[in-house]
């Protein structure tokens, strides 16, 4: 039970880890972290990098979406738009990973911003339209396009390197992904603490209030877009190096949907819960497809129902969480640890 936690100077109240338990578990969380990839197989490492690119594109539209309260459809987009800039920087120009990682985020933010324009004059379900029509727009330029995205085909993408030193294995990737990962992060947690951070949350809440304040709604919204689009572009570039292959495929209107799942399911306008939703909207399907595999063998005509309800168990997990918590995963983790912190007593 923690006592006696008072806050004596602005910087302690402002502290982002507020004690030494919290600082000792982050340590722990670290260190198994670092440990990780030496006890995984290359499955899990897998996932574990799919977890980290899903983890990063799903803080960016908490940026937007949770904090600065612009709804958008077009997410996955935007991490096309960086998968592409990435394989395009790669194959036709030759640029090694460590530049292609930033410029895919600066590509992703260009194009952020030119979506983002209009939303001073739309939001809401206005906006929300917008943004799916620049999903539809970006998909049928990836599939269309094919002098430069290769169409439907694709790009192959060589593997990456670091100073010579290939990225040609899972556990290689997986020290490149988790740092990022726990950069971009950082790098959101500390924006929500700043002027900028606190201009976006007052858009949300109240935006007319926000602007009577002085705060330039149409700079800060842009802000917001170009903040969350740079996030998906550095996604896209990692899924790439990955998945050493782009298509359209990997960015279609579902995995929009999928990516706003996350951070509802996670908790909305908060940096845990954008990684709690990623967690579970990746792995939730893969457990669900293991336990189906153990009636691998079994009647076909049975297989043939059992297959696809995987989709109709996860959309309903989806449905009863959001019925019964709301405020998403993030809020459960806070009451858990409000219960331990007063431990044994109920008051």
């Known amino acids: 039970m923690r006592m006696g936690d008072f806050k004596q100077t602005y910087a302690a109240d402002e502290a982002v880890f507020r004690s030494g338990t919290v600082r000792f578990w982050l340590v722990v969380l670290f260190a198994a972290m670092a440990a990780?990839?030496?006890?995984?197989?290359?499955?899990?490492?897998?996932?574990?990098?799919?977890t980290g690119v899903a983890i990063i594109a799903?803080?960016?539209l908490n940026i937007l979406t949770g904090a600065a309260g612009q709804i958008s459809l077009g997410h996955a987009a935007f991490v096309g738009i960086g998968a592409y800039t990435s394989a395009i920087l790669t194959t036709q120009l030759g640029l090694p990973f460590l530049l292609?990682?930033?410029?895919?985020?600066?590509s992703a933010a260009f194009f952020g911003i030119i979506v983002g324009a209009p939303s001073m004059r739309m939001k809401g379900l206005y906006l929300c339209i917008a943004t799916l029509a620049a999903q539809v727009i970006f998909d049928f330029i990836f599939v269309h396009w094919t002098s430069l995205t290769g169409g439907i085909r694709g790009i192959n993408v060589p593997t990456g390197e670091i100073f010579g030193y290939k990225l040609d294995s899972e556990f290689k990737l997986y020290f490149v992904t988790v740092p990022i990962m726990i950069l971009a992060v950082t790098a959101a947690r500390n924006l929500f603490r700043t002027r900028v951070g606190r201009a976006f949350i007052a858009i949300r809440d109240r935006d007319i209030s926000a602007e009577l304040m002085g705060i330039n709604?149409?700079?800060?919204?842009?802000?917001?877009?170009?903040?969350?689009s740079f996030y998906a572009g550095v996604a896209g570039c990692l899924?790439?190096?990955?998945?050493?292959?782009?298509?359209?495929?990997?960015?279609?209107?579902h995995e929009s949907i999928r990516y706003l799942a996350m951070i509802i399911v996670g908790g909305?306008?908060?940096?845990?819960?954008?990684i709690f939703?990623?967690?579970f909207m990746t792995m939730v399907p893969e457990a669900l497809q293991s336990g189906l595999a153990m009636f691998q063998g079994m009647d076909d005509k049975l297989m043939s129902y059992l297959f696809p309800l995987q989709t109709v168990v996860f959309g309903l997990l989806i449905v009863v969480f959001l019925v019964f918590e709301p405020h998403g995963l993030a809020e459960m983790w806070r009451r858990l640890k409000n219960y331990f912190r007063l431990w044994p007593f109920e008051h």
């Open 36 to 50: 990780f990839p030496f006890m995984a197989g290359p499955y899990l490492l897998y996932m574990a990098n799919l």
């Open 58 to 60: 799903a803080v960016g």
């Open 100 to 106: 292609c990682l930033p410029l895919s985020g600066l």
């Open 217 to 228: 709604l149409f700079q800060y919204k842009l802000y917001a877009f170009a903040a969350s």
């Open 239 to 253: 899924q790439v190096y990955l998945l050493r292959i782009v298509t359209p495929e990997h960015f279609p209107l």
């Open 268 to 274: 909305l306008g908060s940096v845990l819960g954008s």
């Open 277 to 279: 939703g990623a967690i």
